[in-house]
């Protein structure tokens, strides 16, 4: 069985003991880490526009806890005081591929359960202050020391600060604390409050885990459905009894609805896979720019087979998010929030078309053997999923 790092569980005790349950504590989950970028390097990421980053000061030229949103500029950086603030920059996985191996002893969750590699730099007495997330998260430090600070359970009804663009907490008292030094790791579940201060100048890596809310969830649902034209009864009501007063809405009609809800819900069980991969592979809005720039013209099967040919490659884009499922009858391929439908006999090549990073001219060979994928891989081609590396 798979080691979860050097805690001596399986990945499947982790899962079953601390996943969704109860924080872990990892001493040097990364053994000697180094951090692979820089402070500088992160700071160059966060002036870039097309990068979402944040800038927290606790005590900024416009009050407490002033957040800056980037693309951040030389002044901003220029007036910063020598403590207490922090830099953040999102999906630092996509924007620099030379850091996806840190995702890979985390590929034991599904990956779109995943959202992102978050960078954050801080000097001395640098936080974001105490709060809870809908995520679950893997702190890793990754230079310096931040000490962390965890509730002992779930919070779901937290009293925030108010007039604030950050979601600080009122009141906070921590069960446990911690030093993380680089290498060391924290594993916090959704909703356990955590406060993380820097001791000096530090870098902190989250791996964060995102969880669709019920409402996206239907919303998705309720597209596929009305994509599929599915569920269309309507409301009855033949067990009507004598209205006594016209106007009430009573409990009876709520009954109904409710039955009726169901209902729907039990309709939409054929598309339920559907509706999940095209909402689990929608681009995140942040990077519908950069995912936008490698969308290109449908190309022909005799294109590809030249560029393969002339020893070119085909990269998959990190900016967009993959998915498959497969039933008895075919599968689905998810991209973009789209799907594209597969037949049962070419269902091997799900994975290779949505895990596998670059296709040369020997995946080609395989891939060329089937029609139907070659189709799609021009498809996912169009769609920006797959791009050819300059
Ligand atoms: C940080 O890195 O400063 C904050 C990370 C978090 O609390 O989620
Ligand atoms: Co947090």
New binding site residues.
Partial sequence: MAAFFNTGLSQQQFLDEYWQKKPLLIRQAFVDFESPISPDDLAGLACEPEIESRLIEENGPEGTWQVTHGPLSVDDFSRLPETHW?M?VQDVDKHLPGVQYLLDPFRFIPDWRRDDL???Y?PEH???GP?T?G?D?F?LQAMGT?NWQVSDKAIHDVELMEGLSVQIMTEFTAAQEWDLQPGDMLY?PPHFA???V?RNDCM?F?I?FRAPSQTDLLDSVINTLLEKQLATGRYSDPDLQITVNQTEIDSQTISRLKQLLHDTIDQAEPILTQALGKYVSETKSSLATLAAESLTDLPSIQELDELFGKGGELQRSLYHRFAWSADTDGGHVYLAGESYFVDDENCSYLPLLTEHNAFTHTDWQQIKSSEQIVNLLCQLIAEGGWYWLD
């Fill in positions: 922090t953040l978050m960078i954050s801080a640098g936080t974001v709060h997330d995520y998260v702190l931040r916090l955590h406060h993380g820097a902190t989250s964060g």
